[in-house]
Structure formats: C-alpha cells, structure tokens
C-alpha cells in the first residue's frame, strides 16, 4: 500500500528539504535584487518641432528628424507664424535619446517598446480644452539601422489615430498649463531595430478634427523598454528552472507508470501543472535575439494567462479530492469539476478575448488601443468585469471547498481514535498532506500578495544598508517567479507515489483494531488506488 | 640686434595694461557671479543664427562676460549655451511676469557691457536679488534638462542608480556606457540639469563671504524648487496591460510652476546672518595662497535668522541680508527706476493697488478707447483667428 511521499518522508529529511528550496528561494530574490536593473527604463523625449516644407504630405519615404545629416528644420511654436499651416508641421521623436556625448542604440535584449504620450497645452480664455475632447493623431513610426546612412529611415508603420484628451486645470490664467492624463499611444512587442522615429501630426482633414485640444505647446513621449539587464538575469532563471522542472517532470511521470493502476486525476492535474509551467519557462525569448517576433508580449500572456488556469484549476481539484466524502460510484474525473472550473474558464476565456482584441490587433497596428471608441471601451470593459466576476466566483468556490475540507477534518478527528492503526495512518496522512499544500499555498499568496502591495506602497529602491542597494522591483519579481517555480516543484516531488510500503502495525496489541483490519483484508488487493479515494470510499462505506 | 628690448618692454606694456584691465573688470564684486545673466538677451532671435539649429552664434561682448569655466563648459558641451540662453531669457520672462504688478518690477536694461542685466540692485543683498538668484538657476536648470529631454545636447549623463562611475571620457568609458545603457538603462534628465547649473552658474560663487554664501544659497533653493516641482506619472504595463508591472518617471514642471512656488518663497523669506563660528573665519585665514574651498563643502553650510525666534531657512527657502531699498523714487545709484508712470489698479487694496504702487502721490485717470484683439479661436497648428474689438478702458498712470 503506497502513499505520497510527503507522508513517509521523515521530519528530518523534509526538514533538509524544505531547508533547500528556501535558500533558492532567498538566492532567486537576491539575484533580482543584487544582480538584475530595475525591470524597465523610461526616456522622455521632447518632440522637436519640425517644418515640413515638401508639397505632398502623404510621402511616407521623407522623414523628420533632429540629429544627425539631413536633419529637419525647426520652428518655434510660441510664436505665431502665418505662413504655416498645421499640415506643415511636425513633431519629431527620435529614440533613444543620445547620452553621455554617445548615440545609443537599442539593443535586442531590450525586448520591447512601449510609447506614451502627454501633451502640454496652455491655457488661454478664448480657447479652453473641452472636458473630452479627441485629439487625431496622424502617427508614423520609421526605423533605421546601426551602419545606415543618417536619413535612411525606413517606414515601419503607420496609422491615423484618435485619442481621448482629459485636462483639467487649477489656475485658470493666462499661460498656465493644462494637467493632461497620458496618452497610451503604441506598444511594439519586439525591439528588433536600432533606432527608431516616431513622426507625429495632428491633421485637420474635417472641420471639427483637432479644433478642441486648445493651445498646444509640446508634445513629450515617454519611450518605455525592458532593460537588457534585467532580460539577461529573467532569461538565465528561465534557462535554470526549465531543465529542472522537465527533469522532476519526467521523474515523476515514471513513478506513476511504475505503478499497476491508471493515474488519478489528482496526478494528471499535478503533470499539466508542471506543463504549464514548462510552458512558462521556456525560454524561447533567445529566439527574439535573431528573429523580428511582435507577438512575444501575446505570447507572455497567453503562457501566463495558462499558467494561472492550470494553477487554479489545480487548487479547486485538490480540495475537491481531499472532501473525505465522496459518491463511490466512480473514479473521479474531470467531468464532476465542470461547475468548479467554469468559472475559471470562464475568466480566462474572457481575458484572452480581451488580449486578442487589444494586443493582437496590435501585432497589425502598434497604435491600435480598444479604448478609444465607446464601442471598445464597453467591449474592453464588459470583458475585464466577467474576468473579474468569475475571479471572485472562484475564489468564493475555493473558500467554501476548503472550509467544507476542514470541517470534514475536525469530524474525522474525533472519530480517529477509534479507528484501527492502518486506516488511522491514512487519514492522518491525508490531512496532514492536505495541510502541508494548505500552508504553503498560503504562503506563497500572501508573500506574492505583500510583496506586490510593498512595491507599490514604496516607490524606487529600497535602502537596508548604506552600501547594499537593493532593487525591489526586480528583486519583487524575481523572487515571486522563483518562488512559484519552487511551489510546483515541491508539489511534484512530495506528492508523487511513495515506494515505502506502510510502516507495519506498531501497535497491534488492540484486538479490535486487528480484527477491523482483517474486515478490511479486500483492500490491500487493490490496494494501489490513490489511498485518500480508497479510504475515503471505504469510510463512506463504513 | 635692437629687436628684443622693444619686445620686450611691448610685452610688459601689455601685462601691465591686461592687469588694470582685470582689475577693473572685477570691480562689481559682488555680482560677478550672475554676469551671465547677459546671455538671456544673446537668446532673442536677432542674434542667434537661424541657420545652424543648436549652435548658436554669440555675440564677443557676451561671450566675454562668461567666466572661463563657463566658457570651457560650453564647449565641452555643444548645444548648452543655447539652452542656457532660453532657460536665462525664460527666467527674465518669468521674473516680469511674476512682478508685474508689484513696485519693483524685475525691469531689465539695455545690454551693457560690464554692467548686471537688472541693474545695480544686484549689489545689495535684499528679497529681490534672491529672487532673481533663484529664478535664474532655476531657468537654467530646466532649460538644460529639456534640451537633454530634446536630444539638443548629447553630452547629458545618466543616473546610473547600480553602478557608481566616475565620469571620463576615453574609449573605454564610451565603451562601458554603452554597455551600462544596454543593462540598465539611462532615463534620466534633471539630474544633468542639476549638476550642470551647479557648475554653470555657481561658478563665481566660492562660498567664502556671507553674500557668496546667500547666493549659493537662493541659486540651489532655484534648482530644488525645479526638482520637487516634478510630477510622477506611471503606466501599467504587464500581463494584458495590467499593473503587475508599473514603470514611473518623473516629469519636468511647467516653468510657471518653478516661478509660482519661487515667488511664494519670496513672500516668506527670511534674513539671515552668518554663524557666529564663522563670520571671523575669513578674517583670521589671512594667508596668501588662495584657500580653495572643497567643491562638496561647497553647499554644506547652516544659515543663522537675523531674527534668533524664527526658524532656520530650509533648502528650498530664500535667503536675503538687508531690506529692500525704496522702489517709489528713481535711485540712479541703484539703478531703480523707481514707479512714476506705473499703471495701477485703483479698487485693489494689494501692492497693485494705486495707493501703494504709487507710494502715496496720487494718480492720474485716463479713459482712453484700445482696439483689442477679442473672442479669438485658435486653429491648430499656428492660426489664431480674432475679432477687433474696440473697448473703453480706464487707466490709472502713477504720477
């Protein structure tokens, strides 16, 4: 009669065990806090204005730009100028912005781009920014090579967008500035080029298009990209955990076949979680380094997105499996989950129609944004709140399921001492199995819970000491991913069929504890079904 | 054979006559650090060149107000002295709009060489030179960290927040920037802002005299009000768009906001004096050699209030040590204008109003008609389509 390992694991050993998945742990938020930069890098560009003096506008082969040979004419729009016209101007962003007397260029390790835009407009009495207002953006984003002559700027993509504009403002005098919100304005999910250039004109093509966006001034974009560092340290935990975890899985699918009967579906449940986070971990992300691929930001979230589902599907069953009540007519299967695990499906089928709709239009049109229209922002929204729903759903399920489970315990406490020694063993080893995943669930929650809340609570780098400058951030998301890491791993190995046979009666000198268990002969027969269901059954039986 | 004599005494003629010269142009001792000043007019339009974006052409009499040290700044960093020239001449503009109703009424005169922008007032250490101390860092300042936002001037640095470097300019250390760009990144634009007007516009101020001190003082209180001024925007950015990953930054202030808080901080400024350990320091330290004062001590000292019951000014306060001359009465000694011919607001009881603009000498009335630019709208990109307006106004002329 076989158990899990977790239950004839010795307290020293596991002792040792857990002693060692800790200190990877503690090593994975050390390297995100020593080693890795802050996840992300921020510039905010100063668009320079530029005239456009050709006569067709729509030529996308001309380019304006600040720096380097060709670079365009500027014009200062504090002043009036009556020979311009706004299909004259320009607003040129070119990135990254040089430092250090150096032209930097962008590296592929810096993954991807997201752009974010803020107007500065004055305020002035006669022309005062309507509450919502659109602004029409006509957008193009160009790119250019290391070894490229200065002005070949080849179009990478363009599009004419429209874009809410809220300000507001508190001083309503002449020249002050309007507090304008950000502008999402467009997310690359790859880096592949060197250098880019973002054009931007607000075209007057109707007589209501761009007249309410009152005096505007400048035009600032904040250029946001991973850090190469930080993808450096991400991709080497990846490359680390991956074979680890395709090992264990390996391990552990072997230990099942080892045994004569069929999996249960508590194990299935524990081989598609560590799928899934094969899934997770594979770090095809060294792909991006030879190849333009701009569905790398879908594909993160659609692999987290699976991760996340595997995880709480997983949750949900192992509760349900640890009832100690349960119908003995059948081996339990997926099918008696579906009320459970609609919820789940549920929100994740909704955010991935959500992510469809925002970033995978965006794999066609980096300017796209679901926002924008009132049709989108219902869409966007109506999907976010089922997402949302079905998480509270779920997490009411999950509640209910453990506090049935423990209740169930505390029943099957009491009536514990008079069990005989083998069936006592069992359901000890049942609940202390199912209270050992409990706290370690527990854990990992709440320590991904606070340090999530501690990140946001204090903004930047955190200071233990004068010289030890710790980077939370990555410190934050380094640990979290490790730790999840560790979580399933652990479940892998301490949940995977124990060869230890039961430890024979100790205590046989109670007859009726020997004479149950000559009842109870027909079950080391079949004997080697999952112990809780057998158990379990019997004792419904009982 | 006669040659070398005659050089010779030429020569010394020269040295001699390049000492007087030194020594008369560092007569207005006190002021010297703000000659600068000047370059906010080498800003206007007519003499930058149109031509060549970035560099500009700079008038000698400007550019020979400069210090050396400025001057080697300049060139060690193309591009700045245009931004220092817009973030000067943004000063000026804010400085007049924030005083444009008061008694003093941060009037500039025409360049001269030799002579500080705002006039003499400068020499005395009151509320108004503070102020103007402070503006004008603070300009500068911002300025500089817009260029750097702009790519304007390429020789901005980096906050690099994990690596402590010192910053040299070989191969190898283009080398390693581009590297420590690669890892993690470079976002920042006040920080070179900052840095450089400390040695920009510092340069004069040694830090030595009470006064040095007041205007190491007002100029950094400039640069810090740009500093907290900043605003912090985020956007969320991880799985589906939400805020599992949030990147912020810091955004620059609009100038009118610098010069709003500044002149705040004019309103409550306080007068201060120096310690007593220190006022017989430079007394006593008689010796020839020039005692250099560390660059990092520089900014390290602790003003005493005139007044022992008031607080100690903090960082971003401004600092003065003697009232204010008289604005009402011209002052050809100060150079103040003084406020005849001032308009005035006759229902306001502030210092706008014409009892106190006017220092109590009456006003005269005028009803006259202007043509006035009226109910205008504004055509994106450079349109600004108004009606003529012709409207009665009253106004009131201090005697």
Not at chain 1, 67 to 77: F, M, P
Not at chain 1, 415 to 426: D, I, K, N, W
Not at chain 2, 50 to 66: E, I, N, Q, R, W
Request: hydrophobic share 40%; net charge positive.
């Amino acid at each position: 009669m076989t158990g899990t390992i977790i239950e004839n694991l010795s307290g020293r050993k596991l002792a040792v065990l857990v002693t060692l998945l800790l200190l990877c742990q503690v090593i994975c938020f050390l390297i995100g806090g020593l080693v890795a930069p802050m996840p992300a890098n921020t510039q905010t560009i100063l668009g320079t204005v530029c005239k456009d003096t050709s006569v067709m506008k729509n030529d996308t082969s001309k380019w304006f730009y600040n720096r380097g040979k060709g670079s365009c004419q500027t014009v200062d729009l504090g002043e009036t100028h009556h020979d311009l016209s706004e299909r004259d101007i320009v607003f040129a962003f070119q990135m990254p912005v040089p430092r250090e007397g150096e032209r930097f260029d962008y590296s592929r390790w810096q993954q991807n781009l997201i752009g974010v835009l803020q107007l500065d407009v004055r305020y002035h009495s006669q022309m005062e920014v309507k509450p919502r207002s659109t602004v029409t953006i006509d957008a193009r984003l160009a790119y250019r090579n290391k070894g490229d002559p200065d002005d070949e700027w080849k179009l990478y993509t363009q599009s004419i967008e429209k874009r809410n504009l809220d300000c507001d403002i508190d001083v309503k005098s002449e020249e002050y500035l309007y507090n304008c919100s950000t502008i999402p304005l467009f997310e690359l999910g790859s880096l592949y080029h060197d250098y880019y250039l973002l054009n931007i004109r607000l075209p007057v093509n109707t007589p209501d298009m761009n007249v309410h966006i009152g005096h505007l001034q400048d035009i600032w974009v904040t250029v946001i990209n991973q850090n190469g560092g930080f993808t450096k340290v991400w991709l080497s935990l990846k490359t680390a955990f991956f074979p680890c975890i395709i090992a264990i899985l390996v391990w552990f699918w072997n230990r099942i076949h080892m045994l004569e009967r069929k999996p249960v579906l508590l194990e299935k449940m524990l081989l598609s979680l560590g799928i899934s986070l094969c899934l997770l971990n594979a770090p095809i992300e060294y792909l991006t380094l030879q190849y333009d691929l701009p569905f790398m930001l879908l594909l993160g979230d659609i692999r987290q997105g699976l991760f996340y589902a595997t995880l709480f599907s997983f949750w949900l069953i192992f509760a349900g499996e640890h009832m100690l009540i349960q119908d003995t007519s059948s081996q339990s299967s997926l099918k008696q989950y579906w009320r459970h695990l609609s919820a789940v499906a549920m929100g994740c089928v909704s955010l991935f129609i959500f992510d469809m709709c925002e970033r995978g239009i965006q794999l066609r049109n980096p300017f796209y944004s679901i926002w924008v229209t009132d049709l989108g922002t219902n869409l966007a929204l109506t999907f976010i709140i089922l997402a949302g729903i079905s998480t509270g759903v779920y997490f009411l399920f999950l509640c209910y399921m453990v506090w049935k489970v423990f209740k169930n315990i505390s029943h099957k406490r009491q009536a514990l001492p008079t069990m005989c020694s083998v069936r006592r063993l069992h359901y000890e080893g049942i609940i202390y199995r199912f209270k050992f995943l409990m706290l370690a669930t527990l854990l990992c929650a709440a320590l991904t819970v606070i340090g999530f809340i501690l990140g946001q609570v204090a903004e930047g780098q955190w200071k233990w000491d004068e010289t030890i400058e710790l980077e939370y951030t990555s410190a934050f998301f380094t640990g979290v991913y490790g730790m999840w890491n560790i979580y399933i791993f652990s479940l892998l190995v301490l949940y995977a069929p124990s060869h230890k046979r039961w430890p024979v009666n100790e205590n046989t000198s109670d007859t009726q504890n020997l004479s149950e268990e000559i009842e109870f002969s027909p079950i080391p027969e079949r004997s080697e079904i999952s112990s809780l269901t057998s158990f379990i059954r019997k004792a419904t039986i009982d | 054979m006669a040659g070398p004599p005659i050089d010779m005494k030429w020569l010394c003629y020269i040295v001699i006559i390049m000492c007087l010269r030194c020594e008369a142009a560092n007569k207005p001792r006190r002021g010297r650090g703000s000659m600068w000043w000047g370059i906010a007019k080498a800003g206007e339009p007519n003499t930058l060149s149109p031509l060549s974006p970035g560099v500009l052409y700079m008038d000698p009499a400007v550019h020979a107000t400069l210090r050396r040290k400025q001057r080697r700044l300049a060139r060690e960093n193309p591009g700045v002295l245009a931004a220092v020239a817009k973030g000067a001449s943004m000063a000026v503009a804010e400085c007049q709009h924030q005083f444009k109703y008061r008694r003093w009424n941060c009037s500039t005169r025409n360049f001269l060489r030799g002579k500080n922008m705002f006039g003499k007032i400068v020499d005395r250490g009151c509320r108004e030179t503070a102020f103007l101390y402070a503006i004008t860092s603070a300009g500068v300042t911002h300025a500089v960290s817009r260029a750097c936002a702009e790519g304007a001037i390429e020789s901005c640095t980096c906050d690099y927040s994990h690596v402590d470097r010192a910053p040299h300019r070989s191969r190898a250390a283009t080398a390693a920037n581009v590297r420590v760009w690669k890892w993690g990144g470079c976002s920042d634009n006040i920080g070179f802002g900052f840095k450089f007007s400390r040695e920009f516009v510092d340069t004069g101020e040694r830090g030595k005299t009470l006064r040095e001190k007041m205007n190491l003082h007002n100029n950094e209180a400039g640069r810090m009000h740009v500093q907290t001024e900043m605003r912090q925007e985020c956007k969320c950015h991880g799985m589906s768009g939400s805020c599992t990953v949030k990147t912020c930054w810091m955004r620059l202030p609009s100038f009118r906001s610098v010069g709003d808080a500044l002149k705040d901080r004019f309103d409550g400024a306080s007068r201060v004096m120096m310690p007593n350990t220190e006022v017989e320091a430079p007394v006593q330290r008689n010796d020839a050699a020039p005692h250099r004062v560390p660059r990092r001590d520089r900014y390290r000292f602790q003003l005493r209030p005139h007044n022992p019951d008031h607080k100690t000014p903090g960082v971003k306060d401004l600092v003065y040590l003697e009232s204010s001359p008289g604005f009402c009465e011209k002052n050809p000694r100060l150079g103040i204008p003084g406020t005849h011919g001032r308009t005035c607001n006759d229902t306001s009881i502030g210092v706008d109003g014409c009892d106190l603009m006017c220092c109590g000498r009456g006003y005269r009335t005028e009803t006259m008609f202007v043509v006035e630019r009226c109910n205008c709208t504004f055509h994106w990109c450079c349109d600004v389509k108004c009606k003529l307006c012709r409207t009665e106004k009253v106004v009131h002329t201090c005697l």
